[in-house]
């Protein structure tokens, strides 16, 4: 059973920079496209960024030239760079497989921006 563990988030200001990490346990995590995913309150779920096994990214378009996805398949953890934050980007944010996000989801790692 894969077990995703999301950290690095934080409060932070308007402008400012966090960088989440996402380990991913008992799997085929190299071969896999990743994607992380975040959720407002009142709001359902989206997709922000993914990444291919090869390294090819995506974003969605509010965070586009913003944001970063990378990946270390030796320690199987995915990584989401987030610069120039503003207070819409406060959610909680998730790491799953790219597109269904067919693995059970962890817990999530609250990012919060605010004055």
């Known amino acids: 059973q894969v077990q995703l563990v999301e950290s690095g988030g934080g409060l932070v200001q308007p402008g400012g920079s966090l960088r989440l990490s996402c380990a991913a346990s008992?799997?085929?995590?190299?071969?896999?496209?990743m994607g992380w995913y975040r959720q407002a309150p009142g709001k359902q779920r989206e997709s922000v960024a993914s990444?291919?096994?090869?390294?090819?990214?995506g974003y969605v378009d509010s965070v586009k030239g913003r944001f970063s996805v990378s990946r270390d398949n030796a320690k199987n953890t995915v990584y989401l760079q987030m610069n120039s934050l503003k207070p819409e980007d406060t959610a909680v944010h998730y790491c799953?497989?790219?597109?269904?996000?067919?693995?059970?989801w962890g817990q999530g790692t609250q990012v919060t921006v605010s004055a």
């Open positions: 990444i291919t096994p090869s390294g090819r990214t």
């Open positions: 008992g799997s085929t995590f190299s071969s896999i496209s």
């Open positions: 799953n497989t790219a597109g269904l996000g067919v693995w059970p």
